[in-house]
């Protein structure tokens, strides 16, 4: 049977600009209404504003409101934002932040229901539908990512493995023998699967895989075509965060130049994170998320902390549906040495222009006499090796080069013995930051 290669699933995603601003409108005054009259949380930040539910009236009046920050969370856990009885709520997820407690949120059955939907966008979006057979890598558990990618790809029809992450000599014999089309992980594991496929002496590239489906952390364009070249697949990005719903709050389609923002539930807005201004479409700022359906546990202006601009140009696949540019980081994974903003993302880039094989890396911040250190390690690969001692060391100068070429500052390259930096399952762990230690 032929399949169809792009299954549209809801109209939404089509609907002309001034109907999805009456119905974002609508769903807004309802939510703020919902939040006010059941949150005390929400109340109070409203009254401190002297805003009622009455008093908004258009999408002009959301830069009124207040806005929420993780701490919020963490100060009203476990249930403090819950804005439905428990007796109505059925789905837990909670996620670790770095320190302490995490934080936890809440769905009703009419909250799985929209994230369902939400994810059969996504995955319908990238070209996945009934008669796929998907292998769901993505961990199961607390972490909104297995899950969410679950359902959706059931609410599609489509087959599901549920393999969740690890065990990755498994993952890829599942891959073969059940001629899996396509895999929804984090990038990192999947360059991870990769490299492990390669060791088991399988081709990827020979398999019927065709999709990935990659997100909950930042990656490359130089990682994704890395992963395109080497498994033989066409690789998306998806984006969501716990608080507002897990996956499903934006993902690129086929035309893979951003990520359709699924607006009529998710409500995007930039802002400047030092001002707190609202940016104009096209200005890179903070992403602040407001969501329209949930009930059991509504968001404000939720301070994201990703750092994209939404696209003004009309997307070629049709949709109407708002874009981000693909996020490459965050206002708080940045590190600042000796005064130099540096992302993360700036290394891998450097990294990957050097090599196209990704190596392992891991980014060591380290404290010596007052004075800030950056040392990155990278894994030599096998086609990186040689057992000239000259040409470890030209490779060495290249890499050191090239990063400092984009951060400018001084860096320490060390490479290191296959299988030295630790590999992750979910969300790779790139920076280890020794300075406060
Ligand atoms: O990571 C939800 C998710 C699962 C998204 C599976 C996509 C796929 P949290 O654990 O709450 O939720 O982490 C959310 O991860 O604020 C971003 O900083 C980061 N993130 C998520 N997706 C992307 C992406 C899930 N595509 C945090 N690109 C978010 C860059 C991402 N960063």
């Not at 299954?7 to 769903?27: C, H, I």
Request: aromatic fraction near 8%.
């Amino acid at each position: 049977m032929q399949q169809p290669l792009f299954n549209p699933v809801s109209s939404t995603d089509y609907l002309p600009a001034p109907k999805l601003r009456e119905l974002q409108t609508e769903r807004f005054a309802r939510i703020i209404r919902r939040a006010y009259e059941n949150v005390p949380f929400f109340r109070k930040r409203m009254d401190d504003r002297n805003r009622t539910p009455d008093s908004f009236r258009s999408l002009e009046d959301v830069a009124l409101l207040p806005f929420t920050v993780k701490a919020d969370l963490r100060e009203t856990y476990p249930f403090g934002l819950f804005a439905s009885p428990l007796k109505e709520i059925v789905r837990l997820h909670a996620s670790s932040g770095t320190t302490g407690k995490p934080i936890v949120v809440a769905y009703t059955k009419g909250d799985l229901a929209v994230w369902e939907e939400a994810m059969m966008r996504t995955l319908a979006a990238a070209g996945v539908s009934s008669g796929d057979i998907v292998q769901n890598s993505f961990g199961y558990g607390l972490f909104t990512g297995g899950l969410g990618a679950h359902y959706g790809a059931e609410g599609l029809g489509a087959t599901v493995i549920p393999a969740s992450g690890g065990n990755t000599e498994r993952q890829i014999m599942l891959m073969k023998d059940f001629g899996v089309t396509v895999i929804c992980c984090t990038p990192s594991y999947f360059v991870h699967l990769i490299e492990e496929a390669g060791k088991m002496g399988v081709d990827l590239r020979k398999l019927p895989l065709r999709i990935g489906i990659f997100g909950a952390e930042p990656w490359t364009f130089e990682m994704r075509r890395h992963i395109e070249e080497a498994a033989g697949i066409k690789a998306f990005d998806i984006y969501g965060l716990s608080e507002i719903t897990g996956p499903g709050v934006g993902a690129e389609c086929e035309c893979q130049c951003g990520l359709h923002i699924f607006e009529d539930h998710f409500y995007p807005e930039i802002i400047d994170p030092d001002t707190l201004e609202v940016l104009p479409d096209g200005k890179e700022g903070e992403l602040v998320l407001s969501t329209l359906s949930k009930m059991a546990m509504p968001m404000l202006r939720y301070r994201t902390r990703d750092l994209t601009s939404i696209l003004t140009e009309k997307c070629a696949c049709g949709r109407t549906i708002r874009r981000i540019s693909k996020i490459s980081h965050r206002s708080d994974d940045m590190f600042i040495i000796r005064g130099v903003n540096v992302f993360p993302s700036q290394i891998e880039t450097a990294i990957l222009n050097e090599e196209k094989h990704l190596p392992h890396y891991q980014i060591i911040l380290t404290r010596s006499h007052g004075l800030d250190n950056i040392e990155v390690d990278i894994e030599v690969t096998p086609e990186m090796f040689s057992d000239k001692v000259s040409a470890m060391e030209e490779l060495t100068q290249r890499f050191s080069h090239a990063i400092e070429r984009v951060i400018s500052l001084r860096v320490l390259v060390k490479m290191l013995p296959p299988n030295s930096v630790p590999r992750s399952e979910g969300k790779a762990r790139r920076v280890i930051d020794k300075r406060n230690l």
